[in-house]
């Protein structure tokens, strides 16, 4: 490398410096202190304690984590089909261009934008089996999150009310970038609109599609603050998903190496569930319109 390359390549490391600086601090650092308290034992006061792996052969034979799991696998099962067919169903329509499409663009995307903590207190008011809006509506008193059985589906309609707009402006944007020559042309061929839709629309969508179902699945992998305000975790258990039970494991039974095993249980759990779908959609559809 020459004086000038030299050179150029200080001033490049020295103009990213600062980004370097930010990602190894703010991201890369936590996820070794993670990793580091998760072979420990630490309750905030007392001195850190090595224990080796024995925090994830704790975590992993307590019902209680095993129950979390199961909850969090159920939740994810719940928001993600519904919250991707309804969003793709409301591209389609906003992608008609019809009269006012523009307002419920906006609409759409007002629960997506708003804080999710915010969010759980607003519609735990409107679930309220006594003063809620919803049984009063209805006239009938449903203890929808105070039962075992509504208590999970309630907490996951209201995540899927939120990233709906999400899901509809990923979709939409997935839609405009389909050429309109390829529709002219399968209309020219005969294809009518259910061919149209599988035989086109859909599989153009793919990488859209991929895109909105991994980081589906991770953020309701993640949800939190949506439950936490809701139900707590309650009744018995029923929707104490994953990241609720990392919380009272670190702030409220102040055992932080189990909180991180939780932790690095759920990114392994991520990461896998990442490459399946990786795998799936590795798969692209293209069409020539030379």
């Keep these: 490398m020459n004086t000038l390359g030299r050179r150029d390549a200080r001033t490049g490391y020295a103009l990213l410096a600062p980004s370097l600086f930010g990602v190894g601090i703010f991201l890369i650092l936590p996820v070794f202190v993670v990793l580091a308290l998760s072979l420990s034992q630490w309750n905030l006061i007392s001195p850190a304690k090595w224990v ?62 708003c804080a999710p903590l915010a969010l759980g207190v607003v519609w735990r008011w409107i679930f309220d089996p006594s003063d809620g809006a919803l049984n009063a509506l209805t006239g009938h008193r449903v203890e929808w999150l105070s039962s075992p059985v509504l208590a999970l589906p309630a907490v996951a309609s209201v995540t899927v009310w939120s990233q709906v707009g999400y899901v509809t402006l990923f979709f939409l944007a997935g839609l405009n970038a389909i050429p309109e020559q390829i529709y002219e042309a399968a209309r020219i061929d005969g294809a009518g609109p259910r061919q149209v839709f599988w035989r086109i629309t859909l599989p153009l969508l793919r990488p859209t599609t991929f895109f909105i179902l991994v980081t589906g699945v991770i953020s309701s992998f993640q949800v939190f603050d949506t439950v936490y305000a809701m139900t707590k975790g309650g009744p018995a258990g029923h929707t104490d998903v994953i990241a609720s039970r990392i919380y009272y494991e670190a702030f409220e039974a102040f055992r932080l190496g189990r909180a991180a095993a939780l932790a690095v249980l759920l990114f392994v759990l991520l990461v896998a569930v990442t490459v399946g779908q990786q795998l799936y959609f590795r798969r692209r559809i293209t069409y020539d319109l030379s």
């Design 52 to 113: 080796g792996l024995a925090n994830f052969r704790d975590i992993l034979t307590d019902p209680k984590v095993g129950n979390s799991v199961l909850v969090t696998a159920f939740f994810v099962l719940i928001v993600i089909p519904v919250q991707t067919v309804l969003g793709l169903v409301a591209a389609l329509l906003l992608n008609r261009r019809l009269p006012g499409s523009s307002i419920f663009r906006v609409v759409y995307v007002i629960p997506w934008i």
